[in-house]
C-alpha cells in the first residue's frame, strides 16, 4: 500500500512537471510570435524599399543618389528593425537559438548593404551590386533554415503558425 502510495506521487509530481513546462513553452511561444509579428511590420516596409529593382533603378540615377537613399532610408530602417529583433524576447534556449538564426541572417543583410555603398563607384559598381546580391541570397538561406526550424519548434508543442 505505501509502495503504490509513493507510485502513485511520484507519477503525480512527474506529470504536473512536465505539464507545467509544457505550458511555460506556450507561453514562451505566445510571446515570441507577438513580438515576432511586431518586428515583422518593419520587414514589410524594408522589403518594399529594399529589392533588387529599386536599389537598381537607384543607382541609374548615380551613384550620390543611391547613397542618400541607401542612408536616409534603408540604414535607419533596417537599424529600428534589427534593434526590434534583438528585442524579441526568447524564453527557452531552443526558441532562442532559432531567433539567432533569424537575427543574423539579417545583420549579414545589413551589413552588406553597408559594404555596397562604402566606396562606391561607377567603376566597381557591377562587382559590388553582384557581392551584396551573393550575400542577400546567403542570408535568404539562413532564414529559411529558421523558418524550417522555428516551425519544427512549433509543431513540437502543437502551435499552430499565424500567417
Known amino acids: ?9 511520484l507519477l503525480s509530481i512527474g506529470i ?16 515570441y510570435s507577438h513580438d515576432v509579428e511586431k518586428a ?17 533603378k537607384k543607382l541609374q540615377e548615380g551613384i550620390a543618389p543611391f547613397n542618400k537613399y541607401v542612408n536616409d532610408r534603408l540604414i535607419p530602417l533596417w537599424e529600428k528593425y534589427l534593434k526590434a529583433q534583438r ?28 559594404e555596397l555603398q562604402k566606396d562606391l563607384t ?15 541570397n546567403d542570408a535568404r538561406v539562413m532564414a529559411q533554415t529558421y523558418y524550417t526550424k522555428l516551425e519544427a519548434y512549433y509543431k513540437d508543442h502543437h502551435y499552430t503558425l499565424r500567417k
Not at 1 to 9: E, F, N
Not at 90 to 111: G, M, Q, W
Open 1 to 9: 500500500m505505501k509502495r503504490a502510495l509513493l507510485v502513485l506521487t
Open 40 to 56: 515583422n511590420k518593419l520587414m514589410a516596409q524594408i522589403a518594399k524599399l529594399d529589392d533588387q529593382k529599386q536599389l537598381e
Open 16 to 31: 504536473g512537471a512536465s505539464g507545467c513546462q509544457y505550458f511555460k513553452e506556450r507561453k514562451a511561444i505566445e510571446v
Open 122 to 136: 561607377l567603376n566597381n559598381l557591377k562587382t559590388k551590386l553582384a557581392e551584396y546580391l551573393r550575400v542577400v
Open 87 to 114: 528585442d524579441v524576447r526568447t524564453e527557452t534556449p531552443r526558441l532562442r537559438a532559432i531567433h539567432k538564426l533569424l537575427v543574423d541572417a539579417h545583420e549579414r543583410n545589413y551589413t552588406a548593404l553597408k
